[in-house]
């Protein structure tokens, strides 16, 4: 008889454990590392940045590093809002003219928010082909993912449709947005002058103000407020999905 209860309780405490084991790995957020052993885009990022670095002269190199600590010292770091902030709401045209509108969207779960500087920038295209391939994550950790830049709805469906991306990329044309977030910078001079000789950044966002938004991304919760904010001077620095994820899943 001792043998039998002792062998009972044996039997419940080992379902026990495993059913507690089940929840606790169920309840442990994954980091897209984890579920879709994606490359670390910052690895990504600075493979671009050697390429460049190969190729470009001493001068050009120069010109862009001091134009890092321009926008750096510019004083749009502290402009920018960061964690803890409450997002102000707004209503932008996607990319097929269609206007979406954050409060909307924040009805059915946090939102990644994200800004680019255009389809012209060779980083920003990395992030967001990073970003299309974690989407299931984003969406399994409740998340939206959005993209803005200062682009021209016509010049954003191109970059939506030549990356066939799968979220969301919106236009703030002249960036009204972008500056209520605070995030507007003009590109120094010589910096501008470079990339006028490469690309016709006026015919991208129909104007000819130079200004451009930091490469920052906000994770903005049902409430608009902000929970995590990467801001960065250096647009060849982005925020990783993993950490993304990983905040996300927290607020679950």
């Given amino acids: 008889m001792i043998r039998v209860l002792f062998g009972v309780m044996f039997v419940l405490l080992s379902a026990v454990v495993l059913l507690n084991c089940g929840n606790a790995e169920k309840d442990t957020p994954k980091t897209i590392s984890e579920v879709a ?3 670390s885009l910052q690895a990504l990022l600075d493979a671009k940045k050697a390429d460049f670095a190969k190729m470009a002269s001493d001068e050009m190199k120069q010109v862009f590093e001091d134009g890092l600590k321009q926008v750096a010292s510019s004083g749009v770091l502290e402009t920018a809002l960061s964690k803890g902030d ?5 209503e932008l045209p996607n990319a097929k003219g269609e206007m979406v509108q954050l409060s909307n969207l924040l009805k059915s779960g946090p939102v990644v928010l994200t800004w680019y500087r255009g389809g012209w920038c060779p ?8 970003y299309n391939q974690a989407l299931s994550e984003f ?3 409740n998340g939206q993912l959005v993209a803005i830049s200062p682009e021209i709805p016509d010049s954003s469906l191109s970059t939506s449709e030549r990356n066939n991306l799968k979220f969301e990329v919106l236009s703030d044309n002249n960036n009204i947005v972008a500056k209520e977030f605070g995030l507007v910078y003009t590109l120094p001079e010589n ?3 470079i990339l006028g000789g490469m690309i016709d950044l006026e015919a991208y966002n129909n104007n000819s103000s ?3 938004p930091l490469a920052v991304t906000y994770i903005i919760d049902k409430d608009l407020t902000i929970q995590y904010a990467f801001i960065e001077a250096d647009y060849k620095k982005r925020a990783e999905p993993s950490e993304l994820i990983g905040v996300l899943n927290s607020l679950k």
């Fill in 123 to 130: 980083y920003c295209n990395i992030q967001l082909n990073a």
């Fill in 37 to 39: 052993s994606l490359p």
């Fill in 139 to 141: 969406k399994a950790a």
């Fill in 210 to 212: 130079n200004q451009l």
């Fill in 86 to 90: 409450k997002a102000p709401d707004f």
């Fill in 191 to 193: 910096v501008a002058k």
